[in-house]
């Protein structure tokens, strides 16, 4: 709990304590980095995450995620220090979430639900709303027992309660079910919509910007559009795809800001967010952008290709983007040190010859917070839609 007292309003942040597994699949570096977003995933949601709690295990527990005695470690933590919240890394099975929240006795998230309550937070457009709430409902459809048997704890603020809503008449899963079936319809008569207005756009090509979250898109967008788009370092800052007309020397283009994505993005979202994945799905060009700075970027741009071959775009051309080098580190290691060499230990002169050069995908090196190289940047966009606009209008290859 925080309070502020300079402020007359005091404001409340749930203490949460995280807990992840080190599987032969994952090493303990991944899953520190894993706990390391999912505490910035926390945080965007308005917790205080106050500890991590790990464990070395050949796979899950099926009945508690982590072993008895790491779980009965977790209770006395919790105990011990006024703890309103556990979150676990990885998306929690229905008794999995009962058994837990039995010895715990406290409020349990997994990763999927906590993406869930921040997408549901972000989401200002009826559109968004739509989506966000069919997910939500196909989640918790078959928790629904362990959900509805604790109503009166889960009236209330906080995360995780951030849903769809939560009366009596929703206790009966003929009513949900029936509600869900309401929202698909909703969502096909957007979609209808959707694609009309994408139609009547003609025939422009069309770019959009992909990439995981919070790694600029936003920033970029405003830079290229010239015109404000939302922008934020907290993840997800972006639900609504952004589409603008911009026009680079004489050619006219649409650019789309889509929303980022994450490693385990639930299936739940992919299949609501649809109509905002055909601004990927349709686009001519895919710009991926990266955080450089990141020292996961590499996992992250596999996601990325995971993520587009999931939704069926994975064959579009795609150009590189590598954004944030004002906030990239350089650490030389020593002839002496032995450890891994990890991404941090290249230059970024090094990094244009190794394995980026290896992609064999056009790539440019950015800061889109400093502007720098935004001009090549442009450059290189011009020369991607002249070729495709050639194509299109053989006629009028006299404006090249």
């Excluded at 929202?183 to 209808?192: G, M, T, V, Y």
Aim: charged letters at 25%; aromatic letters at 8%.
């Amino acid at each position: 709990m925080e309070r502020n007292s300079n402020s007359k309003i005091e404001e409340f942040h749930e203490r949460a304590v995280l807990v992840g597994i080190i599987t032969n699949e994952q090493s303990d570096a991944q899953t520190k980095e894993y706990l390391d977003e999912l505490k910035f995933l926390a945080e965007t949601a308005g917790a205080v995450a106050v500890k991590s709690f790990t464990q070395r295990l050949e796979r899950a527990n099926s009945k508690t995620f982590a072993g008895s005695g790491k779980i009965v470690e977790i209770l006395n933590y919790i105990k011990e220090n006024e703890i309103d919240i556990a979150i676990f890394d990885d998306e929690l099975t229905p008794s999995q979430l009962k058994n837990i929240e039995k010895i715990l006795d406290c409020k349990i998230l997994d990763r999927t639900s906590l993406i869930l309550d921040i997408f549901a937070r972000r989401a200002k457009t009826a559109y968004a709303k739509t989506q966000v709430e069919l997910a939500q409902y196909q989640y918790l459809l078959p928790r629904l027992t362990r959900m509805w048997t604790h109503l009166e704890r889960q009236r209330g603020g906080g995360i995780g309660r951030y849903g769809p809503g939560e009366t009596q008449l929703e206790t009966d899963r003929r009513i949900i079910l029936e509600r869900i079936a309401k929202l698909k319809e909703q969502l096909k008569k957007i979609d209808r919509q959707m694609i009309s207005q994408r139609g009547n756009r003609g025939n422009l090509v069309r770019l959009a910007l992909v990439g995981y979250t919070n790694v600029g898109k936003s920033t970029l967008m405003t830079l290229l559009s010239k015109s404000e788009v939302f922008a934020e370092n907290k993840l997800f800052a972006t639900l609504d795809t952004t589409v603008r007309k911009v026009v680079i020397g004489n050619l006219p283009f649409l650019l789309s800001d889509t929303v980022g994505f994450i490693r385990k993005l639930p299936t739940q979202l992919i299949e609501s967010f649809k109509s905002t994945l055909d601004e990927v799905r349709e686009a001519d060009i895919l710009i991926h952008v990266v955080d450089i700075s990141h020292p996961n970027c590499e996992e992250q741009i596999n996601i990325v290709k995971q993520t587009l071959f999931d939704i069926g775009a994975a064959n579009k051309p795609v150009f590189l983007v590598f954004n944030k080098i004002d906030a990239y580190t350089f650490v030389e290691k020593a002839a002496d040190d032995l450890t891994p060499i990890t991404i941090e230990n290249y230059s970024l002169e090094q990094l244009m010859k190794s394995w980026i050069a290896k992609e064999n995908t056009p790539c440019i090196f950015v800061s889109a917070k400093n502007k720098v190289n935004m001009e090549k940047l442009r450059g290189d966009i011009y020369k991607i839609i002249a070729e495709i606009h050639a194509g299109r209008y053989p006629f009028n290859n006299f404006l090249y």
